[in-house]
């Protein structure tokens, strides 16, 4: 009957090792939930800008011919001068606003970038940092599990070990009584 309560001992044992090891990994689950860092992403659109070498390079040529044009009405005598310089301011606004309405459909170009990498970094995100919590819950109740396993079989050796110890007894009483 010894190695019957040997056996209840050892079970205890090992039953006693599942606690602590399910015990010590529901708090680290626990621990790393708590201490869980969110992903860092940047935007695409964050790098981009306006494109303003091709718009200098329109204002340089605007000034130049606007040069050249008033050169020109200059030498055909004031009534040029006076026909010419509307059309030349006509034109120069004209072109001024071709170059700003370039300028906003770039620029409406790169805040549509933005949004829209905007939207994929933000459900990126919310589905990795889901996959992540949900991984340290399944294991913050895995370790849980395996601390009530272990709970209940320390309880189970202790029930063992009475039984047995109860069994020596009724045997002993049994040689005495004979």
């Known amino acids: 009957m010894a190695l019957g309560t040997a056996a209840a001992v050892i079970g205890g044992a090992g039953a ?49 011919l606007g040069a050249s044009s008033v050169d020109a009405l200059s030498r055909s005598g004031a009534r040029g001068v006076i026909g010419g310089v509307g059309r030349l301011q006509q034109s120069q606004q004209m072109q ?27 459900q990126m995100r919310e589905q990795r940092e889901m996959q992540d919590i949900a991984a340290l819950s399944s294991q913050q109740q895995a370790g849980q599990q395996q601390m009530w396993s272990g709970i209940g079989g320390i309880a189970q050796a202790g029930i063992t070990g009475l039984q047995m110890i109860q069994e020596e007894e009724l045997a002993n009483d049994k040689k005495n009584s004979n």
């Open 16 to 64: 006693i090792a599942q606690t602590v090891a399910g015990a010590k990994q529901k708090r680290d689950a626990k621990k790393a939930l708590e201490n869980y860092q969110r992903q860092e992403f940047s935007n695409v659109a964050d790098n981009l800008s306006v494109y303003t070498q091709g718009v200098e390079m329109q204002m340089e040529e605007s000034a130049r």
């Open 96 to 122: 001024q606003r071709q170059i700003a309405a370039d300028l906003e459909q770039q620029q409406a170009r790169i805040d549509q970038i933005r949004v829209q990498d905007e939207a994929r970094i933000r």
